[in-house]
């Protein structure tokens, strides 16, 4: 997601007084004590402020149910905050936040100084347009039994919450995003699924449908976190890729895997191989993606397909 991106918008932080989801940029709210800062409404600009009209937050996106969102701290802020929580600048201030697919309709970002000033904003936060889809495929994914099932889930779950808790150094989630392969969108994000006339999870990445032995390219640079050579219950041949920033990619169901965890890929490397392991109906590539615990819909970080 690099910043000359035509699309970026310097977009206008909504106060703390609306409550709907999709009201258009306003002032921001008058400060609520002595060391909040209240600076002008932001207006739209087609890059990344420069560094003497850095007076407020700026955010690549609209903020949407699922959206990856880039942003900048204010000048010379030494720490910002997200619904509380803190996240990580960069030494030139910029940062990552997500939002998942079941996000409050707002959320806060708060700017802290070295002087003890504070700006703090709210963003309204757009509903998704979630489908629902009906899928036939067996509940048990890979495995024969229920009680296989319960046998091999849980050291299988450990391995992937352990791999999204390594922290890498890239800079993959500052590009701007390739598709991993062209084909028919048979899954999208947020989807309400009905396995087999049973309500079950929302769909949780973007499926892209390709014959078996299709290759895949990573979709930025990254560094494996990941790699199940041999298939998970569910997600079959199951590749990790860290982008930085606490965003990473799944790809799931492979029928290949053609790297190594620990083993650091460039944007446009081939990775591996579409494939229908694990819970699958057919064969497709399942691109999850997560920012820290928020999962993150993929359409949020590519470019429209012609």
């Keep these: 997601m690099g910043f000359s991106r035509n699309s970026m918008l310097l977009i206008g932080l909504a106060s703390i007084a609306s409550c709907s989801a999709t009201p258009p940029p306003i002032a921001a709210s008058a400060p609520t004590h002595a060391t909040t800062s209240t ?20 955010l690549s996106r609209e903020a949407v149910q699922g959206a990856a969102v880039i942003g900048r701290a204010p000048a010379n802020a030494v720490g910002v905050t997200f619904n509380g929580a803190a996240v990580r600048l960069t030494p030139d201030g910029f940062f990552l936040i997500g939002f998942d697919r079941d996000a409050e309709n707002s959320a806060s970002l708060v700017a802290e100084f070295a002087d003890g000033r504070r ?4 963003i309204a936060v757009k509903p998704g347009n979630w489908d629902i889809q009906h899928v036939n495929a067996n509940p048990l994914g890979g495995a024969k039994t229920s009680a296989e099932f319960q046998a091999r889930r849980g050291a299988e779950l450990a391995r992937i919450n352990g791999a999204r808790a390594i922290k890498v150094a890239s800079d993959g989630w500052r590009q701007d995003f390739i598709w991993p392969l062209q084909g028919r969108i048979s899954g999208r994000f947020g989807a309400q699924r009905v396995y087999n006339g049973t309500p079950g999870s929302y769909h949780s990445g ?19 976190v990941l ?35 620990g083993q650091t890929v460039r944007q446009g490397q081939v990775i591996g191989k579409v494939g229908a ?7 497709h590539l399942h691109w999850g993606m997560k920012w820290n615990s928020a999962r993150v819909d993929p359409l949020s970080l590519l470019p429209a397909r012609p």
Excluded at 119 to 122: K, T, V
Excluded at 228 to 257: I, Q, R
Excluded at 277 to 283: I, L, N, V
Aim: glycine share 8%.
């Design 206 to 224: 973007l499926d892209i449908a390709m014959p078996t032995g299709t290759p895949f390219a990573a979709p930025a640079d990254g560094v494996v």
């Design 39 to 58: 600076q002008p409404a932001a207006v739209v600009s087609q890059s990344p402020a420069p560094e003497s009209a850095r007076s407020d937050f700026w």
């Design 277 to 283: 392991t694990g819970r699958a109906s057919g064969p």
């Design 227 to 261: 790699a199940a050579k041999d298939p998970f219950t569910l997600e079959g041949h199951l590749l990790m890729v860290d982008h930085g920033m606490g965003l990473n990619s799944a790809f799931l169901h492979c029928s290949e895997l053609l790297v190594e965890e």
């Design 119 to 122: 700006i703090e904003r709210y």
